[in-house]
């Protein structure tokens, strides 16, 4: 299973998004669940650093799934930029969750 966890900070900004896990929906090369996953946080992420302009802190390991993508929100245009991009992105997740509920979790955390 997929774990997607889209943070705020303490004040209720964004801040950035885990994914962890594989969906196993079905072989490698073949899982339409993970691949939809996939397109859709890479997406975000590149368009947060390339058309945002975010500075943004990653680490990715593609054998395990992990991808992390960190920001500080300290720009209120950028911040308003990423929520847009991020809830677009959670928009899609939350119909993979209902379509594939058993290999992907989508939570929104506090950090």
């Known amino acids: 299973m997929v774990s997607i966890l889209i ?33 859709l946080t890479q997406t975000t992420l590149l368009a947060l650093n390339q058309l945002v302009d975010l500075e943004l802190q990653v680490e990715a390991e593609p054998k395990t799934g992990f991808l992390d993508c960190k920001w500080s929100p300290d720009d209120p245009l950028k911040q308003a930029q990423a929520d847009l991009l991020v809830g677009a992105m959670r928009l899609g997740l939350s119909e993979i969750q209902k379509l594939y509920p058993k290999n992907l979790k989508l939570l929104e955390v506090e950090v």
Do not use: E, P, Q
């Open 7 to 39: 943070k705020r900070d303490l004040s209720g900004l964004l801040c950035g998004f885990t994914c962890s896990g594989h969906a196993d929906y079905s072989d490698k090369g073949f899982d339409i669940v993970c691949s939809g996953i996939s397109a």
